[in-house]
């Protein structure tokens, strides 16, 4: 992520490159020393909290984390097809029926009793490489579900963290608006008064103007 800086005529600022990691670690340290914002419950909430209450129920990171597993099992999986397979089997019976003396030449009942066994293996030996590269594409999936992950989380936090601070900005600029506003009705409740004043001044130096013209008659006339 790039930042672009702004050229006064006098300075010039340029800020460097910096990361999606570095970018929220920066946020989440200024967010420490600026005022935490409190809710209706006076319930406190800093730029942490908000960023790790976004990532744990956001339904897109959750989303990509089930991709992510889903993507690890599939890469076991794989691996684990090469291990040779060896299946045991078993299988037991009764037969009952009638069967034919070679002797005699009589029918006679014959029950008997039987009891089969199997067991089979399976090695792959060569398959021109068929398993070894997909065991190589799953893994480039998975890992690739993870930096999805991530990016999904990084996101997610950039988003909370700009709202979190266009919020802190707002509540600065509608403080400041209420001491201006508080300013100016100051102002205004005192220039009556001062008008008064001024006026009750500007009385009081005409009658002691006339005054001393009126005592400066009165001496003159013979």
Request: aromatic share 8%.
């Amino acid at each position: 992520m790039v930042m672009s800086g702004q050229c006064h005529p006098v300075f010039c600022i340029k800020f460097a490159p910096m990361s999606i990691k570095k970018l929220l670690l920066l946020l989440l340290t200024l967010s420490s020393l600026l005022p935490p914002l409190t809710g209706f419950t006076q319930d406190k909430w800093d730029l942490r909290r908000c960023v790790d209450y976004a990532v744990a129920n956001n339904i897109s990171v959750k989303q990509a984390d089930v991709q992510a597993r889903i993507a690890k099992l599939t890469l076991n999986q794989s691996q684990l097809s090469q291990i040779p397979t060896l299946t045991f089997g078993t299988q037991v019976g009764i037969n009952s029926g009638n069967s034919l003396n070679q002797t005699s030449y009589t029918i006679n009942t014959t029950t008997f009793l039987f009891n089969q066994f199997s067991l089979q293996t399976s090695v792959n030996i060569f398959n021109g490489f068929n398993l070894k590269n997909t065991i190589a594409a799953n893994r480039y999936s998975w890992q690739a579900a993870l930096a999805n992950s991530d990016k999904t989380k990084n996101d997610i936090s950039l988003n909370v963290a700009n709202a979190y601070l266009q919020v802190l900005l707002s509540t600065e600029q509608t403080e400041a608006a209420r001491g201006q506003i508080i300013g100016f009705h100051g102002v205004f409740t005192k220039q009556p008064q001062a008008r008064f004043v001024r006026s009750n001044v500007t009385n009081l130096a005409r009658r002691e103007s006339g005054n001393g013209r009126g005592r400066y008659a009165s001496n003159s006339c013979p």
